[in-house]
């Protein structure tokens, strides 16, 4: 079996105010078969995560408008499982603590190497692999539970598929 039938397609959110940075960073990841959507602030990553699903967000700790903490705690609060890489070039250990707090998966101080870059971000996607089809496992188990019918538990496992973003 070849390298790139082994390669799953991640879905990236790219949030940066630098706009070369978002161009060289979307240009490699398309490069290499992902699903790319850049957004120049936190509030068009946020309206973005409202339209699709993303299975990491890279997203700049310092921007004009909403931060990087910010809009990692709104992503969040759309989609639970997105897996969110925080950048910056203002490294400290209070942004580092602050990120911490919303759950980063990991933090990476700029200017950033992109081997490295791709290497955490399939972490994170494989993170949110698991803890994506732990909890529709438990739905499933919960539904099976109560009991439905065939008929109930397809529509149910079909608007499952949807909330989860398998589809």
Do not use: W
């Amino acid at each position: 079996m070849n390298e790139q039938s082994t390669v799953r397609v991640i879905r990236v959110l790219l949030v940066d105010d630098e706009a070369t940075l978002l161009e060289y960073l979307s240009k490699r990841l398309l490069r290499q078969g992902h699903t790319v959507k850049a957004t120049f602030s936190g509030e068009d990553a946020v309206e973005a995560a409202k339209q699709e699903h993303f299975d990491v967000a890279v997203v700049d700790l310092k921007m004009p408008g909403i931060d990087g903490v910010e809009t990692q705690k709104r992503l969040r609060e759309i989609q639970p499982f997105l897996q969110c890489i925080i950048l910056t070039g203002h490294g400290s250990i209070e942004s580092a603590l602050e990120s911490g707090h919303e759950d980063a998966f990991q933090y990476l101080l700029k200017p950033v190497d992109y081997d490295n870059l791709v290497a955490v971000i399939k972490e994170a996607y494989e993170k949110k692999m698991k803890l994506q089809e732990a909890k529709f496992q438990e739905q499933l188990e919960e539904l099976h539970h109560h009991g439905m019918g065939a008929r109930g538990m397809k529509n149910a496992i079909a608007e499952l598929r949807k909330i989860y973003g398998f589809e």
